[in-house]
């Protein structure tokens, strides 16, 4: 190839995927240049350039940002920051963006790390209201704050909200919005085309999907706002070791093909414990009549590799886990290799004792489907 093959908005998902974020062919170099592993760069005479100091900037950084860019955004110009892991982009945002005296709207149904950001906010004196995911009461809380955070589908309940509609709310009442994309990926939902002013999301579920990265990452629009969150990652220096940014980038070029063949094995997992009578409180937002299905078909071009249900006890719970063969006990999500777990152990999230978070990876269907139904048969003695 001689000539550019750059992203204008115009490629298909799985093109933009594949090529997403690659420079320019050089000969004799390789598509996806290597990890630069550095501390420092060359630097005589004056500061220019942006490679001056490896907790300031990375080449490996710049072309997967550019990469994550063009897939929350195609064709547009945003910026993209990564960060270490998901919690460092979601703290770089909350922290950047709130003074002493502001509030904030939090979801009270999210990621369960979120209560420990909260107490530490309210430390610094910024309010912190919640509101659950699905039921649009984030409109009665909005009312003079500075900034209103969505997670939808919501991590563990798989709840989802009409992210336009907020983000118009919030808009017209002065409030920044970002959306924790996690769940979705950029090729399920991309929340800037929405409304939001920032993408957020941990890096280390689908994005990346090998079970092996840790990572985050931040896209807005605003200048302004997102200088304020390069200032962040730069003064706590929460970035990105460039070997994990060149796994992730790497990873990227499968995305669609995971995302697609998980989110097709996922909707056919729900629908057979949808058959299954102690299965209650079944969750996809893909599934025709789950409660999120409206909202979710409106905004999302996917829905995810993850389902989540209901067992009647925190022993039939254990059992149905430990049955499995196929899929591990395991936290985390959106990997090639399907995990779960059942979440109350972590005591965090507002669910029951026999809560499973079923995390559906690239196995075949039928084996996977196989395996669910045998340990739920054998997990019922
Ligand atoms: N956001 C959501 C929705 C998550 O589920 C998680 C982790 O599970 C995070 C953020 C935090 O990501 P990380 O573990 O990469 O810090």
Not at 8 to 19: K, M, P, S
Not at 176 to 200: I, K, S
Not at 201 to 220: I, R
Request: aromatic share 6%; proline share 5%; glycine share 10%.
């Amino acid at each position: 190839m001689n000539h550019s093959a750059r992203d204008d908005g115009r490629f298909g998902e799985g093109t933009r995927a594949v090529r997403a974020g690659l420079p320019e062919p050089v000969k004799h170099e390789p598509t996806l240049p290597g990890p630069v592993f550095a501390a420092h760069f060359h630097l005589p005479g004056e500061v220019t350039g942006p490679y001056a100091y490896g907790r300031d900037d990375n080449p490996t950084w710049t072309l997967l940002e550019r990469a994550i860019g063009e897939l929350e955004a195609p064709g547009d110009d945003v910026e993209t920051l990564v960060f270490s892991s998901g919690m460092a982009a979601i703290s770089a945002v909350l922290f950047s963006q709130l003074q002493s005296g502001d509030a904030v709207v939090l979801p009270s149904d999210g990621y369960q790390a979120l209560a420990l950001v909260r107490e530490q906010l309210e430390a610094y004196g910024i309010e912190v209201r919640t509101a659950p995911t699905g039921s649009d009461a984030q409109l009665d809380v909005l009312d003079g704050a500075k900034l209103l955070w969505i997670e939808s589908p919501s991590n563990p309940g798989l709840d989802v909200c009409d992210i336009r509609r907020l983000a118009e709310a919030a808009r017209a009442r002065g409030a920044l919005v970002a959306v924790d994309n996690t769940l979705a990926t950029p090729l399920g939902q991309r929340p800037l085309d929405l409304g939001a002013d920032f993408a957020v999301a941990s890096g280390t579920k689908q994005l990346t999907g090998h079970g092996d990265v840790l990572l985050g990452y931040v896209v807005g629009r605003d200048g302004e706002a997102m200088a304020a969150v390069r200032r962040w990652r730069k003064t706590v220096g929460a970035i990105s070791g460039p070997m994990e940014a060149w796994l992730a980038h790497r990873s990227l070029a499968t995305l669609q093909l995971r995302v697609d063949r998980q989110n097709v094995t996922a909707l056919a997992v729900a629908e057979a414990l949808r058959e299954r009578p102690e299965v209650t409180g079944l969750r996809y937002p893909g599934l025709s009549d789950d409660p999120s299905h409206k909202i979710a078909s409106q905004q999302m071009r996917r829905y995810g590799s993850v389902v989540s249900f209901t067992l009647p006890t925190r022993a039939r719970a254990e059992r149905f886990l430990e049955a499995l063969r196929l899929v591990e006990d395991a936290t985390s999500f959106g990997g090639v290799r399907s995990t779960a777990e059942r979440r109350r152990r972590w005591g965090g999230d507002a669910v029951s004792e026999g809560f499973i978070r079923l995390s559906v990876g690239a196995e075949d269907a039928e084996d996977l489907i196989a395996d669910v139904l045998r340990a739920l048969d054998e997990s019922a003695g």
